[in-house]
């Protein structure tokens, strides 16, 4: 359920626009039976935090202070259906220079919890500013992330099951961590900013990687099979693998497209 309260544009005596207001509301739904879910959260403006929720008969709960409105919708029986997002108005007011008071950034922080029982596909379009999406102990079907405008902290779950995830990085840096146990297929497109990927180190990896326009510095442990240094920074790509790669069980598979800017994993 939501708190509403309602939004609109305010003008001074001359017509100009001003300061937009802040709002609070929280959002919620039950589990209520669900055995899958997916989940669609466009993230607002300012910071957010998505995590695992302790509560296991809570599919979402989400605490969001915003500009605008927020749009929430959740409706299913077996599979939950569940969207959250800002809506359009509050981009365009975002763009009015009033409300760029980064100072007080504490009043746009939003934390998002999700249910870590309920195999979920998870569809996260980043907003204008930090993230921390803590995916570590959520069960995850498939995972899609946009890192939208600004840095974006993003762990995976751990000891996930051949995991496909897909993430571009936008515009900024994006520390991607995947946890020890995972078996993970990550497709990673690289955008304007450094990506900086955190492996366990006993994992079984493989990386198949094309710079772009930037480096790339991989780990010694990973072993160079293929690839092309390239020229002038740009066009550098390649192939590597930790030696145990084609014998373990668990794997770990990163392709990744570059953009502007460079790869580290380490």
Do not use: C
């Not at 480096?215 to 550098?236: E, M, N, T």
Request: glycine share 12%.
């Amino acid at each position: 359920m939501a708190a509403g309260t309602g939004w609109h544009r305010r003008l001074d005596a001359h017509g100009a626009r001003t300061k937009a207001d802040v709002h609070h509301e929280h959002f919620s739904a039950p589990v209520s039976g669900a055995t899958s879910a997916r989940v669609k959260l466009a993230l607002p403006i300012g910071e957010n935090t998505v995590r695992g929720l302790d509560d296991s008969s809570t599919l979402i709960d989400a605490d969001m202070t915003f500009l605008g409105e927020m749009n929430f919708v959740a409706q299913g029986d077996g599979q939950k259906f569940v969207s959250l997002s800002q809506s359009s108005d509050s981009w365009v007011n975002w763009m009015n220079p009033a409300n760029w008071n980064w100072d007080n950034r504490a009043d746009y922080h939003s934390t998002i919890g999700l249910n870590t029982n309920v195999p979920t596909a998870l569809d996260i379009q980043g907003g204008v500013g930090k993230s921390n999406i803590d995916l570590s102990q959520l069960k995850l079907s498939s995972l899609e992330v946009n890192g939208g405008v600004g840095e974006v902290n993003l762990t995976l779950p751990a000891n996930s099951d051949n995991l496909d995830a897909r993430i571009q990085v936008g515009v900024g840096r994006i520390d991607l961590t995947i946890p020890s146990g995972a078996a993970v297929n990550a497709h990673v497109k690289g955008g304007v900013g450094e990506t900086e990927i955190t492996l366990p180190a006993d994992s079984a990896t493989r990386i198949e990687a094309s710079s772009g326009v930037g480096d790339i510095k991989i780990p010694s442990r990973l072993q160079k099979v293929s690839g092309d240094d390239g020229a002038f920074g740009f066009g550098k790509d390649g192939v590597w693998e930790t030696p145990d790669f084609a014998t373990s069980a668990r794997k770990i598979v990163i392709h990744y497209d570059g953009g502007v800017g460079q790869l580290k994993v380490r």
